[in-house]
């Protein structure tokens, strides 16, 4: 007896249902499994060797024995251009000033943000948007690609083609993020107010000052603002 096609679907908890939708649309005979963490992934992918590994917006890195286990190739939405692979991806367009921004398509490898790209949307970026703005226009990017791509993604008898893209630039680490958080203490006030517009506010990261021989950290200008991730409020 034939397995019916399964599609393990590696997304955070509030992407799933979103990223789900296109998919089941595409194929209702579709078996999704969603996955949230790496312990999960590792468990769907010991009892679904045969299915195909989607990531959306995930920043879950998938090990590599991980992905030999699987039968076919497995895909990743990178919620950036290929001229930026990694982390971060609207963090550091905004800082270098880039004038496009987009997202991408690409069957995973063992190195992140490498392997053959087989879609991809981009857009010329408005001057004037901060990290925020950027990264909820990049998951409705990527949910437009995804609804794009998913009879192709859907349909597992087959790989999905390369477009012929090519990546650029190195792939950014959470190290490369946590450097730019860091001021030296006699930052210019136009490299603060650059920064400050890439990195952004929120509860978990900000700029951050020596002095004294201690760290002083960027209090929000509204600290009772809303958490908001991939463009919706959390928690």
Do not use: K
Request: one cysteine or more.
């Amino acid at each position: 007896m034939t397995s019916p096609p399964t599609l393990l679907l590696l997304a955070p908890p509030e992407e799933q249902a979103e990223a789900a939708a296109p998919l089941r649309a595409a194929d209702p005979a579709l078996t999704i499994v969603p996955v949230c963490d790496r312990a999960a992934l590792r468990d769907a992918v010991t009892a679904h060797p045969d299915a195909r590994l989607l990531s959306v917006c995930s920043p879950i890195i998938v090990p590599a024995d991980v992905l030999a286990a699987l039968a076919g190739p497995a895909y990743n939405l990178h919620p950036g251009p290929a001229a930026y692979p990694g982390l971060f991806p609207a963090v550091f367009a905004l800082y270098d000033g880039a004038s496009t921004f987009g997202v991408t398509l690409h069957e995973m490898t063992s190195e992140v943000d490498a392997g053959p790209i087989v879609g991809a949307n981009e857009i010329d970026l408005p001057p004037d948007l901060d990290r925020l703005a950027l990264e909820t226009l990049s998951r409705r990017l990527a949910r437009h690609l995804l609804g794009t791509m998913a009879p192709a993604l859907a349909d597992l008898s087959r790989p999905l083609p390369p477009i012929g893209a090519a990546w650029g630039g190195p792939a950014r680490r959470r190290a490369d993020f946590d450097a730019l958080c860091r001021l030296p203490p006699d930052i210019p006030e136009a490299e603060f107010r650059r920064r400050l517009r890439a990195v952004g506010e929120g509860p978990h990261h900000a700029l951050r000052l020596p002095a004294f021989g201690r760290w002083f950290r960027l209090e929000p200008e509204h600290p009772d603002a809303p958490v908001v991730r991939g463009g919706r409020p959390v928690g």
